[in-house]
């Protein structure tokens, strides 16, 4: 099982960036992605169900951000828009096999990580 998340760095307050999770070797049921801001809890911010297309946006990142899937590549995409310094934070993607919305997957957390890509939103 493998996560890979690409696609951070150094935006400007209002800009855009656009995250990448190729993930491989297992059949996700939900797909996502989490953040940790230093000294703050990890927490889910998208999630996403590809068998069905629901989604799941926490609060601070509706409207904002868009979660995306490549069906034919296997790859979830997170389109930053109007990014703020609090969203400052290492991004995680992460899967489950589990059945389950995509809001009880992003609060509870998934079985399979990949390692993070660090976003800065700073002028």
């Known amino acids: 099982v493998q996560l890979q998340a690409s696609g951070g760095g150094l935006v400007q307050p209002g800009g855009s960036l656009r995250l990448s999770c190729a993930a491989s070797?297992?059949?996700?049921?939900?797909i996502g992605w989490f953040r940790q801001a230093p000294g703050k809890e990890r927490e889910g911010i998208s999630c996403?169900?590809?068998?069905?297309?629901?989604?799941y946006y926490e609060a601070s990142v509706k409207g904002r951000f868009t979660i995306s899937r490549d069906n034919f590549r296997n790859i979830v995409y997170l389109q930053m828009n109007s990014l703020k310094p609090e969203d400052t934070a290492v991004y995680y993607c992460?899967?489950?096999?589990?059945?389950?919305?995509?809001?009880?997957?992003?609060?509870?957390?998934?079985?399979?990580w990949g390692k993070g890509t660090l976003v800065t939103v700073s002028s």
């Open positions: 992460a899967g489950d096999t589990k059945e389950g919305s995509p809001k009880i997957r992003c609060v509870h957390g998934m079985d399979y």
């Open positions: 996403f169900n590809p068998s069905d297309g629901s989604a």
């Open positions: 070797g297992f059949t996700p049921y939900t």
